[in-house]
């Protein structure tokens, strides 16, 4: 009797013993996740905020991540400012996420001034490799991987495309931002077909709302004159002040992106926003799942769209 109850109790044990790993399994399956949103030029409110928020959202949801169910989401918005991005960014990595979506270059280089450890995936963003935030796009290396967001070449077909809608330009001002370098070798690849269109360039430093109205507002004066807004997306915190701008002084205006056409722009010319979020979204659960962004190849975009007010 003594010998079938030390059997019977061994049997016990064993079992129990046999379904530790998988109630371990279950447990580390149900743990919260924690994922942290940093978005460079955008506020909470701002229009073009919510589609590319639910694209991402909606990607998470079609591999199994639900939002206070097993993950949760932390936002912080930059609005443009690089101490207010800086601070955020800190406050990001201090929560210890699985992993950041970068929304934009600003807020790829203030969280990696925070850290090297925290994994981040990005969208849109412009020239990953020669703004250091990759090794190359095939293997970034590092913390970081995500979406770029299109190519110095689209920047001459700006101007291409404002020259075809306004045949007698022959001065275009580029609104752009010295603070993003990448702007430069997009002003560069505009001046280089400038010639051959017969338009002299006269460039823009977008910096605050009142300067960028002054400088449009001067530059309108001269007549014969068109607008390009550089395509990296610093600007579009100043987006109204650009738009009522260009209207005030009758200057036919090509934008970077559809939103600044719902704002009231004339034509617009670059890549669809709202996919790379939901594309990013698909990186982040193979993170949170144990994939290093080292590993996962920067992708470019394959959605172009053309918008237009008339």
Do not use: C, H
């Amino acid at each position: 009797m003594l010998d079938m109850k030390r059997r019977a109790f061994i049997t016990l044990l064993g079992g129990a013993a046999a379904g530790w790993p998988f109630a371990a399994a279950a447990q580390q399956r149900e743990r919260m996740r924690r994922i942290g949103v940093l978005v460079s030029n955008l506020a909470a409110d701002d229009p073009e905020w919510p589609p590319r928020s639910n694209a991402f959202i909606q990607g998470l949801q079609e591999r199994g991540w639900s939002d206070g169910r097993n993950v949760r989401v932390e936002y912080r918005w930059g609005l443009g400012d690089p101490d207010r991005l800086r601070k955020y960014a800190a406050e990001l990595v201090a929560l210890a996420p699985d992993v950041i979506l970068a929304a934009g270059s600003a807020a790829v280089a203030a969280l990696q001034q925070s850290n090297r450890s925290v994994p981040i995936v990005f969208a849109n963003v412009l020239d990953p490799v020669g703004s250091g935030y990759v090794s190359t796009l095939a293997r970034p290396g590092g913390n970081t991987t995500g979406f770029a967001s299109t190519e110095f070449g689209l920047s001459a077909k700006l101007l291409e495309l404002l020259k075809q809608v306004a045949p007698r330009v022959a001065r275009v001002a580029v609104v752009r931002n010295p603070a993003v370098p990448v702007e430069l070798a997009q002003f560069g690849a505009i001046q280089a077909v400038a010639p051959s269109l017969g338009v002299e360039l006269t460039p823009i430093i977008g910096r605050d709302p009142d300067e960028i109205e002054r400088d449009i507002t001067a530059f309108g004066r001269g007549g014969n004159g068109g607008l390009i807004v550089a395509g990296a997306g610093a600007q579009q915190i100043q987006r109204d002040t650009i738009i009522a701008a260009a209207a005030n002084q009758q200057l036919p205006a090509v934008y970077p992106f559809r939103g600044y056409v719902a704002k009231g722009g004339l034509l617009s010319y670059g890549i669809d926003q709202t996919e790379p979020y939901r594309l990013a979204a698909g990186y982040v659960d193979r993170v949170v799942k144990g994939e290093k962004p080292a590993d996962l190849p920067v992708q470019a975009p394959t959605k172009y769209e053309l918008g237009q007010r008339f």
